[in-house]
């Protein structure tokens, strides 16, 4: 494979219509949110995922041209990393007011997420190449 430098390949595959993982599963945005307080709280566990996430995640979308990975629903290279990034959801932060915010932007976002990816799974054939709430992007 031909590998080059190509910093619009991160951009896509986080916020590309058809390949975006913010907006194909919008509860990643509320996860990379929640990776500052993880650092904060569990500093040495927050450094070794990073550090190992890292170095595919810049693998497969700055230096690989063909991130978007051709004609297919979502940000297929970047789904074994999705655990990774979904793990600042456990940073719950402190406060109740806050943390009832928190819960409530997962159990939203999340619901979201899971619809879209119903609705892009379920009749793959219509969604192919597009995202399913946004066809003519």
């Known amino acids: 494979p031909e590998f080059t430098f190509s910093p619009a390949g991160l951009a896509g595959i986080l916020f590309s219509v058809r390949y975006g993982i913010i907006l194909l599963s919008p509860v990643a945005l509320v996860a990379l949110v ?8 569990n500093r040495s566990f927050a450094i070794i995922i990073f550090w ?8 497969m979308t700055v230096i690989y041209p063909h991130w ?5 629903y979502g940000p297929r290279y970047v789904i074994p990393m999705l655990p990774f990034i979904y793990l600042g959801l456990a940073s719950v932060p402190s406060g109740r007011i806050s943390r009832r915010i928190w819960w409530i932007a997962i159990v939203v ?4 997420s899971i619809l879209i990816n119903a609705l892009g799974a379920v009749p793959y054939w219509r969604f192919i190449n597009r995202h399913p709430l946004f066809p003519g992007f």
Request: charged share 10%; hydrophobic share 50%; glycine share 12%.
């Open 52 to 59: 190992t996430a890292l170095p595919y995640c810049l693998l």
């Open 109 to 112: 976002l999340g619901a979201i």
């Open 68 to 72: 978007s990975a051709g004609a297919v």
């Open 34 to 41: 929640g990776w500052p307080r993880l650092f904060r709280t």
